[in-house]
């Protein structure tokens, strides 16, 4: 009998509420066994309210309970490479939120890691999994818009509260500690799915500029890359703008059609083809991170390969380097 994966979570925020959490306990082959968060209250809310049996409120308590034999990172980009070594060390195969870290070096000492321990590491680039991206990467494998030639991502939207109030800024709009702005936090999702889609990224350029002066990092980027593949992409991301201004759209077009989706809307995947024109709908686990969980647990105990690793999140941690700095 193959053994089961007992998972601890350091840091359960507000991504391990809804988003991953609960699917640890849901997926085949897995438990939930302890949970870390600095705040030690929170941490013990969170284990009664989720039915944890052990939480902790110090990281290496966790990494080295007996119990624990897969750890999850859900903490600020800026801590995934030093929890991740260290439970990677320990032994322990590790999937740690994206992105995978603060920076592209990191990432880089993060793989060298799980090189040199033989661990495995994974990255939560759950769209990966989803099925309306999966029905996309189908849509532009099995040939029916052609030749893909040409991507187009557009993610312009206002700030949210949280990210305008300059006297308590959120982490996800410090760089030291998010590595970037919103941009990381968002774009990498759809940097991350393109890889998936078209392979590696070959070059790629851009700018960055801070046009709302509501935070430090960069709130507007433009982009235009070229990948292995020889699809061409361009990308433009906002995070100031006027509501009339909102879009959430990535484009992709070849020589016999194109095909429209979102990233976070979630809405249908639209396919175009001369006069005809079908929608697909989007059906999401319960749990938005449930298939890729399942899909890490089975790479554990070596049934099946993971399609999100250190060696893929680490590309695009460099390409949204290359194009902010």
């Given amino acids: 009998m193959k053994k089961k994966i007992n998972w601890g979570i350091i840091g359960c925020g507000n991504v391990t509420e809804y988003k991953s959490g609960p699917a640890f306990n849901k997926v085949e082959g897995s438990n939930l066994v302890a949970v870390m968060r600095r705040d030690a209250e929170l941490a013990k809310d969170y284990a009664h309210r989720h039915n944890v049996p052990k939480w902790y409120s110090n990281a290496d308590d966790l990494i080295n309970d007996k119990d624990v034999n897969a750890i999850y990172i859900a903490t600020p980009p800026s801590s995934h490479a030093m929890y991740a070594i260290k439970a990677m060390k320990a032994g322990k195969p590790v999937y740690v939120e994206k992105p995978m870290a603060a920076t592209y070096e990191q990432c880089r000492e993060m793989n060298a890691v799980s090189k040199e321990t033989g661990v495995p590491l994974f990255v939560a680039y759950y769209r990966r999994t989803l099925p309306g991206f999966r029905k996309v990467k189908t849509l532009v494998e099995d040939g029916t818009i052609g030749r893909p030639l040409l991507v187009n991502i557009m993610l312009v939207r206002p700030a949210s509260p949280a990210e305008s109030d300059k006297d308590s800024p959120i982490w996800r709009v410090q760089p030291d500690v998010a590595g970037g702005g919103i941009f990381y936090d968002l774009a990498s999702h759809q940097l991350d799915f393109l890889d998936f889609l078209f392979g590696p990224v070959k070059n790629v350029s851009g700018l960055a500029r801070n046009f709302g002066h509501l935070y430090k990092a960069e709130d507007t980027v433009v982009a235009q890359m070229e990948f292995e593949n020889g699809v061409l992409g361009s990308g433009t991301w906002s995070f100031v703008s006027d509501h009339s201004s909102k879009r959430d759209v990535i484009e992709i077009i070849g020589t016999k059609g194109r095909i429209e989706f979102s990233t976070f809307g979630h809405e249908p995947v ?19 991170q449930y298939n890729l969980i399942q899909n ?30």
């Avoid at 396919?271 to 749990?287: A, G, V």
């Avoid at 590309?315 to 902010?324: A, C, D, G, P, Q």
Wanted: include cysteine; charge should be negative.
């Fill in 296 to 325: 890490v647990v089975d790479a554990i105990r070596g049934d099946t390969e993971c399609v999100s690793t250190g060696i893929t999140a680490a590309r695009t941690n460099l390409v949204m380097e290359k194009i902010v700095y």
């Fill in 270 to 288: 639209l396919l175009f083809k001369e006069r005809d024109f079908l929608e697909f709908p989007y059906i999401n686990p319960e749990n938005i």
